[in-house]
């Protein structure tokens, strides 16, 4: 059983810049496919990012693309978003996901969750 742990959420305005921090309980987070989700009011969760267990290959949602950067750093078992020029429509509560999967972008194929963090971005 692997425990996520989000921070970093917050209310900033457009334009502004966060990072999402997202902290594993175990050392067999190495061995996870990672990935971010959001959920925003009314609306089903979508996918965000995807990373691999070696970071070395990553996806992202058509929306995000060129502005979010996922990232991981297996010593210190945390899983990073970095969201730049952030806009109002990526108000949500975003998630953390663990993957037994090398990399997916598919909400089905993630095994645990953390608890979510929201980001709200004024206009």
């Known amino acids: 059983q692997v425990q996520l742990v989000e921070s970093g959420g917050g209310l900033v305005q457009a334009g502004d810049s966060l990072r999402l921090s997202c902290a594993a309980s175990?050392?067999?987070?190495?061995?996870?496919?990672m990935g971010w989700f959001r959920q925003a009011p009314g609306k089903e969760r979508e996918f965000v990012a995807a990373?691999?267990?070696?970071?070395?290959?990553?996806r992202y949602a058509d929306s995000v693309k060129g502005r979010f950067t996922i990232t991981r750093l297996n010593a210190k078992n945390t899983l990073y978003l970095q969201m730049n020029s952030l806009k109002p429509e990526d108000t949500a509560v975003y998630y953390c996901?663990?993957?037994?999967?090398?990399?997916?972008?598919?909400?089905?194929?993630?095994?645990?969750w953390g608890q979510g963090t929201q980001v709200t971005v004024s206009s």
């Open positions: 996901a663990a993957s037994t999967y090398y990399i997916s972008d598919y909400e089905e194929q993630y095994d645990f």
């Open positions: 990373i691999s267990w070696s970071g070395g290959n990553t």
């Open positions: 175990e050392d067999t987070f190495r061995a996870f496919g």
